[in-house]
């Protein structure tokens, strides 16, 4: 049994976190509306003012908050682990963030004696829920060593991928590729429904070929199919391709194609409904 | 045995009227240069000047050449098939051209009793060789059932998409998606390698999730090899987008995030090689 704090029992963190415990584990939560904490204290959590309180009654301490500032504040603020985690506690932050944010971070928890690693998944809510995600590792190998099989409670597929901020990177990545495929499977179909073509069979005539990717089959359906409960909100794609776009102008990449899906992704949130999956780029081509 | 017709036997058509020939069909072909014949005569083909001519010996005739000028020259032009075809022929274009021309084409040629199908092809020289094409194609059922013998010669994956130009509708979107993929997969790899993370890891981590496709698989390694040994060159693909752009520009289709796609990929071919794999996007993203 391992003493654990988790940061952040929103949608995603709250089965992750009930997960953990699954392990058999103590868990002392934070989270900043005391209600969100209410499922994981009625299954035998202990809930704190403070991630600072939190984080001292845990040798590792999971945060999965929304965006960058978040994991400042709740690591570096005021009230933050940093000022309560122990020498040799390890922070795994389970957030979707910025890359080069994430370094700066490592390196001030470094400074005290606590090892962090980047953590991001994907595979969603329902991932979360049945322990499936895919989660891309940042840090040193050791650190995951000892958390490996905390990880291995609430994900699947799991890749130490480099050094502190890598996991943020391939998580970055990942959002631009499925950026890029969900907007082309989306104007492909839109093509052929213009065309007065079965888009169902363009979606069958492409899949075994080079246009095949899980997204022209899951999000391809979706599609056809016009349902549009998420999956991924088209305001989260938004936001994790906000990040991953700063990061890659930052390093002086050409970032015009990629932008272009974005925006079209963005437009989504901002003139349907932030709420659907982003395979509703598919309607908002069709307006 | 059945009295083909090949028009246009170039870098594809050439393996593809070689493996019709290896059905042990009777081969009429015409080529504008008359070298390009040469391989097929050597194999029993006859050689004639004119595409009325080696059409006017045919049941089916087959055509593959570069764009849709090309094709409706051949077909409809002062020497054209058109001009040779018997009533009852069937004449089969493989070319990747447009849409909206293939049903005029098809709708001049039914005037003359000729049927038309639409069978623009995918998978490459490579695919065209070994006889394992993947075949979309548009135009009457029956008219595809007597044809489908002949091209499961050429090819493994065929399907029938719709009415004349479905096809060419079917190409034009697998062609849409490909470049979206194929951009979205430079600029992840792109990113990785200039955060200083190695991208073949994160490749790897991507490969099983929702960005997971063909092109990450096949072509993402081309790029972490930098081998852009042809595969799909990138000036055809150029040529493709064109008309698959055009296509969609006509019907009213927002395509400003796969235009800068294409732009990317035309770059490929005006400022480093046409030759060159269409994946060289990733060395352009590199500069």
Chains 1, 2 share one sequence.
Not at 178 to 202: H, I, M, P, S, Y
Not at 204 to 230: C, W
């Amino acid at each position: 049994m391992t003493s654990l704090a988790f940061i952040g029992p929103g949608i995603m963190g709250r089965p992750m976190a009930l997960n953990l415990m699954g392990g058999g584990h103590d868990m002392h939560v934070y989270a900043r509306r005391a209600e969100a904490a209410e499922p994981l204290v009625a299954a035998g959590a202990r809930a704190w003012g403070s991630p600072a309180e939190a984080a001292a009654q845990a040798e590792v301490i999971f945060s999965c908050v929304s965006d960058t500032p978040d994991v400042e504040e709740v690591l570096l603020g005021a009230q933050g682990v940093v000022h309560g985690a122990r020498p040799g506690s390890v922070v795994v932050d389970m957030s979707t963030i910025s890359p080069s944010a994430t370094r700066e971070m490592a390196a001030r928890l470094a400074g005290q004696g606590i090892e962090m690693l980047d953590a991001p998944v994907s595979g969603g809510e329902q991932g979360a829920v049945s322990g499936t995600l895919s989660i891309m590792v940042g840090g040193k190998a050791e650190a995951l060593a000892r958390v490996r099989p905390l990880l291995d409670l609430m994900g699947r597929n799991i890749v130490h991928v480099g050094d502190n901020g890598a996991g943020q990177v391939a998580k970055a990545c990942n959002q631009i590729v499925v950026a890029q495929t969900l907007v082309g499977v989306a104007e492909a179909l839109q093509l052929a429904r213009r065309e007065g073509v079965d888009a169902a069979r363009v979606r069958e005539a492409l899949l075994g070929g080079f246009a095949g990717s899980k997204i022209l089959e899951v999000h391809g359906q979706r599609m056809l199919d016009e349902n549009y409960t998420p999956g991924f909100k088209a305001r989260l794609h938004t936001k994790d391709l906000g990040i991953a776009l700063a990061e890659a102008e930052s390093l002086g990449l050409d970032v015009t194609a990629v932008r272009a899906a974005a925006d079209l992704i963005r437009r989504v949130a901002e003139e349907i409904d932030g709420e659907l999956d982003h395979s509703a780029v598919f309607r908002l081509l069709g307006e």
